[in-house]
């Protein structure tokens, strides 16, 4: 079902984590994924997935969130895997069937690639998990804040995608109901061929962009009428402060990111 | 009588398995005859919109079966197809789903999948308008350019037109005016007593469940907590309060007359508490 | 009493709309709303009740006459959010006017658009939410509450720019019944204790005979105006405007019809009931 998607969501809490500044959260998960990608070998990968787990306990996500949010990308992670697989070469070749071989650089490789997907997933998820998309656009607009200069309409942009975020389960409800009312008039979306299916969306499309359009011009209407007019002037109920754990939280990335970097520079 | 539609035992949990996990239905057992008009109440998020997904196949149970007509809507694929055709879902808000450039070929949707003659849908189409008051030239004009209540009357018509046995209505007269709530509940009268149809309407204004159903149903906690005539239950006025509920205006101006010592039964439509307070000033006159 | 609101001689038609001639709404509308009092208006679909409302904080401007807020004329460009900020306006459906994600980041959204400074930001969520009663809620996901919380939120949004009035369009429309008495009591206690101007649009008569004045509107026209007594024992009119009264006043009426003296002023269940004991007894 379309409401089990749980991608972006948010869960309140009151974690040292979730109480980081979102800049240094959004800054983080960049130094992170830094240091996953200088990763080479067993020993920085378990630094670094050390780092990720010491980083969820201390959120206080309950690690099943975590999980049941990949279930979407299984298809991605599968592909990656037997991809590496079966195409790389060298080491010892373990097994071979007909055309395939599976060597044991395949095997390294598979292994690495998809935990490093599952690391990097897992990582943005801490993010989004505990930053209230409203903090993350904050922060988003204001570490772009010098492209102000640039004349890139920032605010506007941070501004969209936070209305975005907003309407994300508003509009998947939505489709799931106007999909059903298509179903209980008899509208077929599973069976037939790719073209039936193709035509077979447009009952749900006309109303559903309908439906966003009407949204959209209320939603403008009532932001008007709380004196919305663009970011100028604008001020923020919770301002952007760096504090003495978002010290902490950058000492603790440098610190990986050089652990990560020696290993590598002694071929590990 | 033989019932329609059947409910037996219904149970129903949503993402099992996730941390989201919640039974929405628990339990649920109850028979709908031809031609009965059963109302449903309850709070927001006390089951009533699984439920009704559960009775045309939208959802299938987790546990208990839906009978219609006696078989299973889950017993063959083909039923399970033939179960969305006879019994009509009309969801809340229904024109927020048309699609089509004419009021008629929205009508013409539903019974367009059931696979009809051209001939029959044509046939269907003006009946269901005709059910709902369009006129011909409506019928030709685009739904969007119709106002609220009429594009609400042709999402019923939608619906009519494929002559479901059970017509499921959820909340049909939501933000419309006195007229335009007279009219559609006018307009599934008119259906129920052409096809003998059962209908079964979800609704939060308890005037006019009142009025108009034989039956209600009370969801409360994904469970069915009452089934009996409006008359039995708005006497538990408590109880429906704590639901979330509430009783008709008259139903209170009665109770309240109680309180004061008048000898009066409940009532809980206009009419009857005319009958009943004539009823009295008379007996009294004579005595 | 000073007014609040003062539509003068108002005139809107509705513009062009691909070759489709515009419609006229109101010709020449008067009325005022006076500072501190609890208005309902009544009208069925299309009698420009929304329209009219539209014109309270300058979404809509007159095509002709004037509509003066606060002693503000709405048309001047330039005193737009003075308008805005003195009448809020709270709408049918609650997720379309939500913003944010979490409940207290969507009520200070009126504030800091009028650059209000942070710690007063945060004083006025806090305080609005309280008066709404949706305090415990602040960290909620709005998408998660249910319509009347969601409304509740909607009107605390709206309470945070410290407005002298609100109008709320139809607030109740899509609510199950205890949502509906949960957001009637906190507009309710808004205009009792906080002297909040309430003006209330809605189809549910019940609703609009908790006003102190009613006002119904037929195809852009005042049909009538008064106490909700005096409007709603007007039951012919009513029903000829296709409206209808609170169920107590219809019982009363008819009874009326049968040839019985019964007042026509009975509107809470209480006042009936008395009526109806006192006539029992005679």
């Not at chain 1, 490093?116 to 930053?131: D, K, V, W």
């Not at chain 3, 009874?255 to 008395?274: I, N, S, V, Y």
Request: hydrophobic share 45%; with cysteine.
């Amino acid at each position: 079902m379309l409401k089990d998607i749980t991608l972006g969501q948010y869960f309140p809490g009151t974690s040292v984590i979730h109480r980081l500044d979102p800049r240094t959260k959004l800054l983080g998960v960049i130094l992170y994924i830094v240091a996953l990608f200088l990763a080479k070998s067993w020993i920085s990968y378990g630094v670094v997935l050390a780092f990720l787990i010491l980083a969820i306990s201390v959120s206080k996500i309950p690690p099943k969130s975590i999980v049941s949010g990949m279930k979407p990308l299984v298809v991605i992670l599968i592909f990656t895997g037997v991809l590496n697989l079966f195409y790389s070469d060298g080491g010892v070749v373990l097994v071979k069937i007909w055309k395939l071989t599976i060597t044991s650089e395949g095997l390294t490789r598979a292994i690495f690639m998809t935990s490093r997907i599952l690391m990097l997933i897992s990582g943005t998820f801490l993010l989004t998990y505990t930053t209230s998309p409203i903090a993350l656009t904050d922060g988003l607009e204001s570490l772009l804040g010098p492209l102000k200069k640039l004349h890139v309409p920032v605010h506007e942009l941070s501004m969209m995608m936070c209305i975005a975020l907003r309407f994300i389960p508003t509009l998947i409800e939505e489709t799931d109901k106007i999909m059903n009312a298509q179903k209980a008039r008899g509208a077929d979306f599973e069976n037939g061929s790719i073209i039936d299916r193709a035509k077979a969306l447009i009952p749900v499309l006309v109303p559903l962009f309908i439906s966003a359009f009407r949204r959209a011009d209320e939603l403008a209407t009532a932001m008007e009428c709380r004196c919305y007019q663009g970011g100028e002037g604008r001020t923020k109920m919770k301002l952007l402060r760096y504090g003495r754990n978002d010290f902490y939280a950058f000492g603790g990335l440098t610190a990986l990111i050089a652990v990560v970097a020696v290993l590598a520079g002694f071929g590990l | 009588m033989k019932p329609i539609l059947q409910a037996e035992d219904l149970t129903f949990v949503y993402s099992i398995g996730t941390p989201f996990e919640h039974k929405a239905l628990d339990g649920v057992s109850f028979s709908i005859n031809p031609g009965e008009f059963v109302g449903i109440i309850g709070h927001t998020g006390s089951g009533k919109s699984t439920l009704m997904q559960q009775l045309n196949g939208l959802l299938k149970p987790t546990s208990g079966r839906v009978l219609l007509d006696g078989q299973d809507i889950w017993s063959d694929k083909k039923f399970t197809r033939e179960a969305r055709f006879r019994v009509g879902l009309v969801f809340q808000y229904p024109e927020y789903q048309l699609f089509e450039e004419t009021v008629y070929k929205d009508i013409a949707f539903g019974p367009t999948n059931m696979g009809l003659s051209r001939e029959e849908i044509d046939r269907r189409v003006r009946e269901a308008a005709g059910f709902v008051g369009l006129t011909e030239q409506q019928l030709e004009v685009s739904p969007f350019d119709l106002s609220g209540g009429q594009k609400r009357r042709v999402a019923i018509a939608g619906v009519i037109a494929m002559e479901p046995e059970v017509l499921i209505l959820d909340e049909p007269t939501a933000g419309l005016d006195p007229i335009g709530r007279a009219e559609i509940l006018g307009n599934i009268q008119a259906y129920r007593q052409a096809k003998n149809a059962a209908i079964l309407m979800v609704s939060h204004s308890m005037e006019d469940v009142a009025r108009l159903t034989d039956r209600l149903l009370v969801m409360n906690g994904s469970k069915l907590v009452m089934d009996a005539p409006p008359s039995q239950v708005f006497e538990h006025v408590r109880e429906l309060l704590d639901m979330g509920l509430s009783i008709p205006q008259v139903t209170q101006v009665f109770l309240r007359l109680r309180e004061l010592g008048a000898d009066v039964k409940n009532v809980y439509t206009i009419e009857q508490a005319v009958f009943e307070l004539l009823r009295l000033k008379e007996g009294k006159g004579h005595a | 009493m000073e007014d609040i609101i003062s539509v003068e001689h108002l005139a809107y038609v509705y513009p062009d709309l691909d070759g489709q001639k515009g419609t006229q709404v109101f010709e020449n509308l008067n009325l005022t709303i006076e500072s501190g009092s609890f208005v309902a208006i009544l009208g069925t679909n299309g009698c420009g009740k929304s329209t009219l409302a539209k014109h309270f904080n300058s979404i809509l401007l007159p095509s002709g006459g004037k509509v003066y807020v606060d002693g503000i004329d709405t048309s001047d460009l330039n005193r737009v959010m003075a308008v805005r900020r003195c009448v809020g306006m709270v709408f049918q459906n609650p997720d379309n006017q939500i913003v944010a994600n979490v409940v207290e980041e969507d009520v200070a959204f009126g504030p800091e658009n009028i650059g209000v400074a942070a710690p007063e930001i945060r004083r006025r969520v806090d305080k609005a939410l309280k008066q709404v009663g949706m305090y415990e809620y602040r960290e909620h996901a709005p998408h998660l509450l249910s319509g009347g919380q969601k409304q509740r939120v909607a009107i605390a949004g709206v309470i945070a720019l410290e407005p002298k009035c609100i109008v709320l369009d139809e607030p109740t429309a899509m609510l199950d019944p205890r949502g509906r008495r949960d957001v009637m009591e906190t507009v309710e206690k808004l205009n009792r204790e906080k002297g909040i101007t309430v003006v209330l649009i809605t189809h549910h008569m019940d609703e609009a005979a908790q006003a102190r004045r009613v006002i119904v509107l037929d195809k852009g026209k005042v049909a009538a105006d008064g106490t909700p007594k005096q409007v709603f024992s007007q039951v012919e009119m009513l029903h000829k405007l296709g409206l209808a009264a609170p169920d107590s006043v219809e019982l009363c009426w008819a009874l009326r019809q049968k040839g019985f003296d019964l007042p026509l002023d009975a509107l809470t269940p209480e006042e009936c009931a008395q009526a109806l004991y006192d006539w029992l007894k005679t």
